[in-house]
C-alpha cells in the first residue's frame, strides 16, 4: 500500500505571495491533518479533514486555509506569504475521524524569501 | 500553552545501551499516547502507541511505560543501535479533538558506535 505523498516537495516563494500544497493519503484513509514543524515551535497542528469537511481547527491566522476532495485528496493554502511561515508542512493521514493511527508524509519544505 | 513537555532535549548513548526519552502530560482528558520517529528530510514514522488503560506496551525493542497517576509516559529503547538515531517525538490526543496531536518539543538521539 502507498504511503501518503505530498506535492511539491520543496517549494521557494516571496513575501506576499500565496502557495498551494496537495496531500494525498493512504488508499482508504479518509481523514487528512496537517502540521507544521518549525525549529522554534516544533510540531504545530493546523487543521483536520474529513468528508471534505473541516473538522478541527488549530490556533493559526485565517491566511492558512485548507480542503478536501470527494477522493479524500486535500489542499492547503497560504496566503499573503510571511517570512515565518517558512517550516515544513507536514501532511498525516488516518482511517477515520479521531482515527488514532496517523501517519504522516515526507512533508513540503517552504521556504520564504 | 504546552500541553505535553518533553525531556531530555538531545541524549547520546553508546551502541548496546538503553536510550530512555520521558513525555508529562497536563491535560488528563487525553486517551491515545503515541511516539513518532523522524529522520532527517522524512515524515515522522508512528513507532508505538499506548492507551491509559495499559501501564507498559512492548514492541520489539522499544517500551512505553505509562503512569496515569503521575500524568508521564516513556519511551525506552533496549539495545540501543546507532540507526536508531533520530529525533523522536511523544504525542497525545482526545477523542473529542478528533485526530488531533498534540506533540512534545522532541528529543534528539544519537546512538554511538
Known amino acids: 500500500k502507498a504511503g501518503v505523498t505530498q506535492t511539491p516537495r520543496y517549494l521557494i516563494k516571496t513575501r506576499g505571495q500565496q502557495v498551494t500544497l496537495s496531500c494525498s493519503p493512504i488508499s482508504g484513509h479518509r481523514s487528512v491533518s496537517w502540521y507544521q514543524q518549525t525549529p522554534g515551535q516544533g510540531l504545530q497542528f493546523l487543521f483536520e479533514y474529513f468528508s471534505e469537511t473541516q473538522r478541527n481547527k488549530g490556533n493559526f491566522p485565517g491566511r492558512f486555509s485548507g480542503r478536501q476532495f470527494s477522493n479524500s485528496r486535500s489542499e492547503m493554502n497560504v496566503s499573503t506569504l510571511e517570512l515565518g511561515d517558512s517550516a515544513l508542512y507536514l501532511c498525516?493521514?488516518?482511517?477515520?475521524?479521531?482515527?488514532?493511527?496517523?501517519?504522516f508524509g515526507p512533508g513540503t519544505r517552504l521556504t520564504v524569501l | 500553552q504546552q500541553q505535553v513537555k518533553q525531556s531530555p532535549q538531545s541524549l547520546i548513548v553508546q551502541k548496546g545501551g538503553i536510550s530512555i526519552i520521558n513525555c508529562a502530560y497536563e491535560?488528563?482528558?487525553?486517551?491515545?499516547f503515541p511516539w513518532y520517529q523522524q529522520f532527517p528530510g522524512k515524515g515522522p514514522a508512528l513507532l508505538i502507541a499506548?492507551?491509559?488503560?495499559?501501564s507498559e506496551k512492548k514492541e520489539g525493542r522499544f517500551t512505553i511505560s505509562f503512569n496515569k497517576s503521575a500524568k508521564q509516559f516513556s519511551l525506552h529503547i533496549m539495545d540501543s543501535q546507532p540507526g536508531d538515531s533520530a529525533t523522536y517525538f511523544c504525542?497525545?490526543?482526545?477523542?473529542?479533538?478528533?485526530?488531533?496531536?498534540?506533540f512534545g518539543e522532541g528529543t534528539q538521539l544519537t546512538v554511538n558506535p
Open positions: 491535560n488528563t482528558a487525553f486517551d491515545y
Open positions: 498525516a493521514s488516518s482511517f477515520d475521524h479521531g482515527g488514532n493511527e496517523q501517519f
Open positions: 504525542a497525545a490526543s482526545k477523542r473529542t479533538s478528533g485526530s488531533r496531536l498534540t
Open positions: 499506548i492507551r491509559p488503560d495499559v
